[in-house]
């Protein structure tokens, strides 16, 4: 299989530390602020920054998982069975800044359903989109991240593959290959 690297653990990590300074530019002292990563590949990437943000700004920002599958525009039409991940949200969301963590932006169908499920756990003051890429011309719903590590110009019959070492891979790296059945 094709791949070409988008970034690199290196490329990564610099990164992560910006999506750091950039919250604590916009969130302060994070007094109303938490984040939420999207199951099921936001959380490898939401732990992280919040490992990442506790060590720059000494701040232990709420987090937590959300699962949106049954909120899915398609979770009726599909022909297989769903298996959903697990929502682990210890706080209410009322009234909070929430910042939504996920990986990879493409249709913006997953970030519609996430705020669908986000919606039983209080109405926040303020939502905010955070994604390691960025799959630019693909959006089938009105959605843009507020926060982006990379942006990419990608075709339907590509995948973008972000591979985390937390997860048994050699190394933290990201990229973009060819669909085996686009
Ligand atoms: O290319 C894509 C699209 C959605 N999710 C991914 O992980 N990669």
């Known amino acids: 299989?094709?791949?070409?690297?988008?970034?690199?653990?290196?490329?990564?990590?610099?990164?992560?530390?910006?999506?750091?300074?950039?919250?604590?530019?916009?969130?302060?002292d994070f007094d109303n602020t938490v984040l939420l990563g999207l199951q099921p590949r936001g959380p490898i990437l939401l732990d992280k920054i919040v490992k990442l943000?506790?060590?720059?700004?000494?701040?232990?920002?709420?987090s937590g998982y959300l699962d949106a599958t049954f909120h899915r525009d398609d979770f009726r039409r599909r022909d297989f069975p769903l298996k959903a991940?697990?929502?682990?949200?210890?706080?209410?969301?009322e009234g909070k800044k929430v910042i939504l963590v996920d990986d990879v932006l493409y249709?913006?169908?997953?970030?519609?359903?996430?705020?669908d499920a986000m919606i039983a756990f209080g109405r926040p003051q303020k939502v905010e989109l955070m994604v390691l890429v960025d799959r630019k011309l693909t959006r089938d719903y009105p959605i843009m991240p507020d926060y982006y590590g990379v942006r990419v110009h990608t075709l339907e019959s590509q995948y973008v593959i972000v591979e985390w070492a937390a997860q048994g891979n050699e190394k933290d790296a990201i990229w973009i290959t060819e669909k085996v059945n686009p």
């Open 53 to 62: 943000l506790e060590e720059i700004s000494g701040v232990k920002v709420p």
């Open 1 to 28: 299989m094709q791949k070409r690297l988008v970034l690199d653990e290196g490329q990564i990590e610099i990164i992560l530390r910006r999506f750091c300074h950039q919250l604590i530019e916009n969130h302060d």
């Open 85 to 93: 991940n697990e929502t682990k949200i210890n706080f209410l969301v």
């Open 107 to 115: 249709k913006g169908r997953s970030v519609r359903a996430a705020m």
